[in-house]
T-cell receptor
Framework: DTGVSQDPRHKITKRGQNVTFRCDPI?????LYWYRQTLGQGPEFLTY????????KSRLLSDRFSAERPKGSFSTLEIQRTEQGDSAMYLC????????????????FGPGTRLLVL | RKEVEQDPGPFNVPEGATVAFNCTYS??????FFWYRQDCRKEPKLLMS???SGNEDGRFTAQLNRASQYISLLIRDSKLSDSATYLC?????????FGTGTRLLVSP
C-alpha cells in the first residue's frame, strides 16, 4: 500500500500523559499536513510542512503540541500533558507541491489516529 | 460565522433518488474547491474538484458560483453505497478548510 500511513491507529491515555503520533506520507509528496477532527465536525487544520520546514501553525496548536518532520519524510505530532479536550481523530495528509499544470494540488489523507484521553 | 457552512442533514433518500447538497464559503480569496466523502470512522477521501464551469463525474455533478460564494453537489440515481458524509472543502493559500459535512442516508 503506497498511501499515507499513520501509527498508532488508536491510543488511549490518561490525562497528563504525553503521546506521540507518526505519519508516513506518500513517498514523493513534499507537503505534509496535520488536521484534527472531533465528532460531528469537519477536520480542522493544525500545521503543515514543506519538506522539513514547518510553514504554518494554527492557533489551535497550543504550546503543548509540537510537530516535526526532521528529514522531510515522516512526521511526528506530540501532545504533552494531554487533556480530555484533546480527544479527537488526528489526521495526516500529504500532497505534491507544484502539480502538473493541468492539475490541482490534492491532499490525500491517512486513516487517522483516534486519541481518547481519560 | 464559520468559514464554510453546510447543512448537516441527515438527508434520507430512497435508492434511485436525486439529491443536492449546497455549501457557502466566506473567504472570497479562496482558490480551490473540493468535495470529499467520509465514511463512518474513516478518513476523508477526495470525491471531486469543483470548477466554475461545472464538472461531472458519472452520477456526480459539482458546480461553483464564485460571485455568490456557493458550491453545490448533485448526486443522481443514488445508490446504497453513497451513504456517507459529504464534506465541502475550500482551499486558501495551502490549508484546507472543511465544512461540518452533510450526512446522506440512502435506503432500499
Amino acid at each position: 500500500d503506497t498511501g499515507v500511513s499513520q501509527d498508532p491507529r488508536h491510543k488511549i491515555t490518561k490525562r497528563g500523559q504525553n503521546v506521540t503520533f507518526r505519519c508516513d506520507p506518500i513517498s514523493e509528496h513534499n507537503r505534509l499536513y496535520w488536521y484534527r477532527q472531533t465528532l460531528g465536525q469537519g477536520p480542522e487544520f493544525l500545521t503543515y510542512f514543506q519538506n522539513e520546514a514547518q510553514l504554518e501553525k494554527s492557533r489551535l496548536l497550543s504550546d503543548r503540541f509540537s510537530a516535526e518532520r526532521p528529514k522531510g519524510s515522516f512526521s511526528t505530532l506530540e501532545i504533552q500533558r494531554t487533556e480530555q479536550g484533546d480527544s479527537a481523530m488526528y489526521l495526516c495528509a500529504s500532497s505534491l507541491a507544484d502539480p502538473p499544470p493541468s492539475g490541482q494540488e490534492t491532499q490525500y489523507f491517512g486513516p487517522g489516529t483516534r486519541l481518547l484521553v481519560l | 460565522r464559520k468559514e464554510v457552512e453546510q447543512d448537516p442533514g441527515p438527508f434520507n433518500v430512497p435508492e434511485g433518488a436525486t439529491v443536492a447538497f449546497n455549501c457557502t464559503y466566506s473567504n472570497s480569496a479562496s482558490q480551490s474547491f473540493f468535495w470529499y466523502r467520509q465514511d463512518c470512522r474513516k478518513e476523508p477521501k477526495l470525491l471531486m474538484s469543483v470548477y466554475s464551469s461545472g464538472n461531472e463525474d458519472g452520477r456526480f455533478t459539482a458546480q461553483l458560483n464564485r460571485a455568490s460564494q456557493y458550491i453545490s453537489l448533485l448526486i443522481r440515481d443514488s445508490k446504497l453505497s453513497d451513504s456517507a458524509t459529504y464534506l465541502c472543502v475550500v482551499k486558501g493559500f495551502q490549508k484546507l478548510v472543511f465544512g461540518t459535512g452533510t450526512r446522506l442516508l440512502v435506503s432500499p
